[in-house]
């Protein structure tokens, strides 16, 4: 593979967010590493496997939408990728992985990345033959791996559990999906949730002009939740011939859509970090919020979401 779509490192700020997935990804191996468990690792959005950067911004014009990248700072849009090889390199090592991408160039790279594992591969922890890469929607592919799996060993004679690396560049991820996750009762979760980048942006100030197509954008990524009543506030007007009107206006902040969305995956999820890691730009807006939730409902399920929960508090604090 060319130097280009080598792994390339962004500043501290960007790397403490990948550092939070790979040091709980560490710790997940050697919890699990003296048990029979498989381990599986899976990557949807994987890009290409190596780290977006704005130097790169014209050669996926024709794949990304720019206008998706017009208030993400440099150190942010570095985040977006390189989450894949990390896992691949972590050690202990995962017995399989999994990456997932729509996109027919980005997963011809993906195709080149498991080629580079073949000739590379004392710098990798697991071997490229154990490495899937899956040319499909994300979310369909998702629900076949949590609906397929032999989870319970039932059919192989071995159990398995999975961490999930969720990071759409956008609201991506149908509630479906999530719910597929859930019942597998195996997989840990990591969500990069698209708080205000997605989600805020799409709240209009009066709910009467939200287009179609954003409510029911909103519906997919957020479901059955009562987003409506969450996000507006029902108020009452004198209009000028004595009349009365009632419109639903915005109350929502981006914490506050932080907030709720932890409250939806607490009611699907047994476990769920109360507290996320923000991804701001340059100028402080919070883009996405980074969130854990586990699917496991024993101990191990609380043993995940109590080191994640002090990864993701250590992060933020990092930060001030």
Not at 71 to 94: C, T
Not at 112 to 118: A, N
Not at 242 to 260: L, M, W, Y
């Amino acid at each position: 593979m060319s130097d280009e779509y080598q792994h390339i490192f962004g500043g501290p700020w960007t790397e403490e967010k990948l550092d939070c997935l790979e040091a709980y990804l560490r710790a997940y191996n050697t919890a699990l590493s003296k048990s029979s468990f498989r381990r599986v690792y899976i990557d949807a959005f994987s890009g290409t496997g190596a780290r977006y950067t704005r130097e790169r911004e014209n050669e996926f014009s024709n794949v990304i939408p720019i206008a998706e990248f017009m208030n993400i700072s440099d150190e942010q849009a570095k985040f977006f990728e390189g989450s894949a090889l990390r896992a691949m390199k972590v050690r202990p090592e995962f017995h399989n992985v999994a990456l997932i991408e729509k996109d027919k160039i980005k997963y011809s790279k993906l195709v080149e990345l498991r080629c580079r594992v073949y000739e590379e591969q004392n710098d990798f922890s697991v071997s490229a033959g154990k490495i899937s890469v899956y040319n499909e929607d994300a979310n369909k592919a998702i629900v076949r791996i949590c609906k397929n799996a032999d989870w319970n060993g039932r059919r192989t004679g071995r159990r398995s559990r999975a961490v999930l690396f969720l990071d759409p560049f956008g609201c991506q991820v149908n509630w479906e999906t999530l719910e597929a996750v859930a019942a597998t009762g195996a997989i840990d979760m990591w969500y990069l949730f698209p708080s205000g980048l997605g989600i805020y942006r799409m709240i209009t100030q009066e709910r009467g002009s939200m287009p179609k197509g954003w409510e029911q954008k909103l519906d997919k990524c957020l479901g059955p939740n009562d987003w409506r009543s969450e996000f507006y506030r029902e108020e009452t007007f004198n209009d000028l011939f004595g009349g009365n009107s009632i419109e639903h206006r915005k109350v929502a902040t981006i914490d506050s859509v932080e907030r709720f969305f932890v409250q939806c995956l607490k009611s699907l999820f047994p476990f769920v970090a109360d507290a996320c890691l923000p991804l701001k730009n340059s100028a402080g807006y919070k883009m996405f919020s980074l969130c854990f939730a586990s699917a496991n409902q024993g101990v191990g399920g609380k043993i995940a979401v109590d080191i994640a929960s002090h990864l993701l508090k250590k992060g933020a604090g990092s930060r001030g």
